[in-house]
């Protein structure tokens, strides 16, 4: 697996090529990362470096003790994110810098991220359930209705379709052409678009 990094999406917009075609777009800011662990079947049991990014302060009460420690422990300053990427290759330092250098624009990227929350919904939108009846004094138009447990075996079964959360998933959007790359101001612009919504942490990576 391929070593990516961290960013936030900024949000879309749209750009045109070289003919004049409309080209919709994702901006996300991206880096600078810093390796803070690194990891190999020696004393972990698998080979991966741990990335950090968004530096924090030092007194801040969201930063626990054991977090602080982890970062006292190499000499680097807390950040407020990190995430572990599996890979074999392990010329890294503590303390180096990961940023936008390591894509070209053309290249192929996969940008992972959670899809946006969209509160708590019934079967009718999640399963595409019919509604109950409307008239004779009905009280169950929309609403879940019987289990049909019964008395044996009086519980319900595994995999019962029922009313959950929708949205707030972790989905990858793979195969995303990096249109420009603005090193300076840490941005990335990539064609289509990628999950969540604007200010999301994202993980950007190359397509294995």
Known sequence: M???L???????????DNQGNVIPVTIIKSGPCYVTQIKSDINCGYNAI???????????KKLTKPRLGH??????????????????DLNYEIGQKMDLEMFKVGEAITVTGLTIG???????????????????????TR??????????????????????????FQRTIAGLEIIAIDEKENLLV???SVPGKAGN????KMKN
Do not use: C, D, W
């Open 118 to 140: 969209k509160g708590y919904i019934g079967n009718i939108k999640q399963h595409n359930f019919t509604r109950g009846a409307e008239s004779h004094g009905s009280k169950h």
């Open 6 to 16: 961290l960013g936030k999406k900024i949000g879309m917009t749209q750009v045109f």
């Open 190 to 192: 990539v064609k289509g």
């Open 71 to 88: 970062f006292n422990k190499v000499n680097l300053p807390p950040y407020r994110y990190l995430k572990e990427y599996k890979t074999e």
């Open 143 to 168: 609403l879940q209705g019987s289990l049909g447990a019964g008395t044996s075996p009086g519980r319900v079964l595994p995999g019962k379709r029922m009313p959950r959360q929708y949205g707030n």
């Open 2 to 4: 391929s070593v990516g």
């Open 50 to 60: 741990q990335l950090g990014y968004v530096e924090m302060s030092a007194n801040q």
């Open 201 to 204: 942490l994202v993980s950007v």
